[in-house]
Structures are given as structure tokens and as C-alpha cells.
């Protein structure tokens, strides 16, 4: 059973930044792609960033290029979300979520959120 656990939120003033874990059991990144997706209060729901089970990277938000990227470590199954200079708008639950292979916007596995709060 596929299960998803993201880590690593937390409070960061402007202009900081913070790293995202998301580890993955029941299967291994060979066979699922690992997207990252947040929901700021209010709003819906929207993707960040994704990377394939190729290692391909898709990016779904404008507002982070040259901020955020997005890695792997196939021997941890575990990718990372590392966000630099963040900023208040930032502010969201930070989710992960798997689909089969490729990047999907609407991907069936999802992890239970952590919470980053950009605030000074």
C-alpha cells in the first residue's frame, strides 16, 4: 500500500527557507512520479512542483521558478521540496502526492500535509 509522509514545515521569516521531505512507502520512485501541491487558506488547491519516476521535472507554478526545486533520493524513497526565498504568500499546507509514472494534476495518493507559515 502506497503511503506518503511529508515533514519538515514550520515557521520561516521572509526571505528564508525550508526543506520539504516526502517519504514514500509501498513502492519505490522507479514507478511513481512525486508531486508537491499546497492550499493557502481560502484558496484552492494548486501544484507546485512534480518529478517523474524518469527523474522529469514539471513545474505548475509560475510564482516559484528560481525559487523552489524539486529532488530525489531513490535510496531514502523520499523527495524533497526546497523553497528559498520565501515569502508571506507562500503560506500554505504543503502536500505531497503520487500518481503512476508520470506528473498528474490529479494524482490518487496523497499525504497528510504539513503546515510552512511565512511570517516575520
Known amino acids: 500500500q502506497l503511503q506518503l509522509v511529508e515533514s519538515g514545515g514550520g515557521l520561516v521569516q521572509p526571505g528564508g527557507s525550508l526543506r520539504l521531505s516526502c517519504a514514500v512507502s509501498?513502492?519505490?520512485?522507479?514507478?511513481?512520479?512525486i508531486g508537491w501541491f499546497r492550499q493557502a487558506p481560502g484558496k484552492e488547491r494548486e501544484g507546485v512542483l512534480c518529478?517523474?519516476?524518469?527523474?522529469?521535472?514539471?513545474n505548475y507554478a509560475d510564482s516559484v521558478k528560481g525559487r523552489f526545486t524539486i529532488s530525489r533520493d531513490n535510496a531514502k524513497n523520499t523527495v524533497y521540496l526546497q523553497m528559498s526565498s520565501l515569502k508571506p504568500e507562500d503560506t500554505a499546507v504543503y502536500y505531497c502526492?503520487?500518481?503512476?509514472?508520470?506528473?498528474?494534476?490529479?494524482?490518487?495518493?496523497w499525504g497528510q500535509g504539513t503546515q510552512v507559515t511565512v511570517s516575520s
Open positions: 502526492a503520487a500518481a503512476p509514472y508520470y506528473c498528474s494534476d490529479v494524482p490518487l495518493h
Open positions: 518529478i517523474s519516476s524518469s527523474g522529469d521535472r514539471t
Open positions: 509501498g513502492f519505490t520512485l522507479d514507478y511513481v512520479a
